[in-house]
C-alpha cells in the first residue's frame, strides 16, 4: 500500500484541479492520496468522484494555517473533519478572506518596483481559490521577473522581503481544538521545516498536545533527518500519529508524489479517530 497524505490542488497552491491531482496519484502508483488544499474544502466533491471512477482510495483534508503569538507559521493538517463544521469553518473563512486582502497589499508594494497588477495576479488563481504567495510567484514567472516559484521564494517573496505582508492566522492550539470539534484528526504539518523559517518551540508541541493533535507529519523533505529522529521519539512518547507525505503542488515544486509515504496503520488510526466526514477507500 503506497499512501501519501498531503496534497494540493488548485483550489489552493496546486498547479491541477482536483480531479487532474487524483488522475496524477493513480498513474504515479499511489493506493490512496490526501486532498488538503489551504484552508479549503472545495475540491473534496470533485476528487471524491474522480476516486471513484479511478478506483483509487481518497482521505478529504485541508491544511489550516496557523501563526503562533510569537509570530512563527505553523501549518496544521486536518482529516476527515466536517466541512460544515461553523467553528472551523468561521476560522479558515476569516484566515482565506485575509489572504485575499494581503496578496492584493503585497501586489500594491511590488507594483512600485515591478511591471505587476493584480489582474496578473488573479490570472494565475482558479475561482474561488484559497491565494497566496505561490499565485503572486506565477504572475512573476509570467512577467519574466524570476524563472520559477522556487526563485521567486528565495527573494522577492520571502517573509524577509520588503514586498511581504503578514495575514490573519489562527493560534495552532485554537486550530487544533476547531479540527478536534469538527470531528477532524490534526496533524502538525512539516513540524520541524528549518530551512522554511523558524520553528516552534516544544512547548507549543505540548499545548498542541494538549489540545487535541493527534499525529505528525515526520516524513516530509523539509523535516531534516535529526529533527525526525526527535519527533519520532516525541510521538512514541505521546502516543502519536506518524506519517509521511510528499507536500505535492503539481509543477509549483519539486515534490513528487509518494516521495514519502504513511503506514497503513497510521491511516487505518487517523480513519478510526474520524468522526466528521468519511474517506473513499476502496
Ligand atoms: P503563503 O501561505 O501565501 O504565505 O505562501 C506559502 C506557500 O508557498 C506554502 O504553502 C508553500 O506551498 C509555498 N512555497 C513556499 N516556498 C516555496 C518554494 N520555494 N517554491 C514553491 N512554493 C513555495
Ligand atoms: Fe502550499
Ligand atoms: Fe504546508
Ligand atoms: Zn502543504
Redesign the pocket.
Known amino acids: 500500500m503506497r499512501i501519501d497524505l498531503h496534497a494540493h490542488s488548485n483550489v489552493s ?1 496546486g498547479t491541477q484541479a482536483p480531479a487532474g491531482l487524483v488522475s496524477a496519484a493513480a498513474a504515479a502508483g499511489l493506493d490512496v492520496l490526501a486532498l488538503t488544499d ?1 484552508d479549503s474544502t472545495a475540491g473534496w466533491a470533485e476528487a471524491l468522484a474522480a476516486a471513484r471512477g479511478q478506483g483509487i482510495g481518497l482521505v478529504p483534508g485541508m491544511e489550516v ?1 496557523c501563526k503562533t503569538s510569537r509570530g512563527i507559521s505553523v501549518h496544521l493538517l486536518c482529516y476527515l473533519h466536517d466541512p460544515a463544521d461553523p467553528g472551523l469553518l468561521e476560522e479558515i473563512t476569516k484566515a482565506k478572506d485575509a ?1 485575499l486582502s494581503r496578496a492584493e497589499r503585497m501586489v500594491e508594494r511590488l507594483a512600485e518596483d515591478y511591471p505587476l497588477n493584480w489582474d496578473d495576479v488573479s490570472a494565475h488563481v482558479a475561482p474561488g481559490a484559497t491565494v ?3 499565485h503572486i ?1 506565477d504572475a512573476l514567472v509570467a512577467a519574466g521577473i524570476v524563472a520559477d ?2 526563485e521567486a ?2 527573494n522577492i517573496l520571502t517573509s524577509h522581503s520588503r514586498y511581504f505582508v503578514s495575514h490573519y492566522a489562527p493560534d495552532p492550539v485554537l486550530a487544533v481544538e476547531l479540527v478536534r470539534a469538527a470531528g477532524g484528526v490534526p496533524v502538525f504539518a512539516h513540524p520541524l521545516a528549518s530551512a ?1 523559517g523558524r520553528v516552534v518551540e516544544p512547548e507549543t508541541f505540548h499545548d498542541m498536545i494538549d489540545a487535541g493533535l493527534l499525529g505528525l507529519e515526520v516524513d516530509h523533505r523539509d523535516n531534516p533527518p535529526e529533527n525526525r529522529v526527535w519527533l519520532r521519539k516525541l510521538a512514541r512518547r505521546e502516543g502519536l500519529i506518524v506519517t509521511g507525505s510528499s507536500d505535492y ?1 503539481g509543477t ?2 519539486p515534490n513528487l508524489l509518494g516521495e514519502n509515504t504513511t503506514a497503513p496503520e497510521m491511516l487505518e488510526r487517523i480513519v478510526d479517530a474520524a468522526k466528521g466526514s468519511q474517506a473513499y477507500l476502496p
Do not use: M, V, W, Y
Open positions: 497552491d489551504h494555517s489572504r497566496g504567495r505561490p510567484a516559484r522556487n521564494f528565495a522554511r503542488h509549483g515544486k
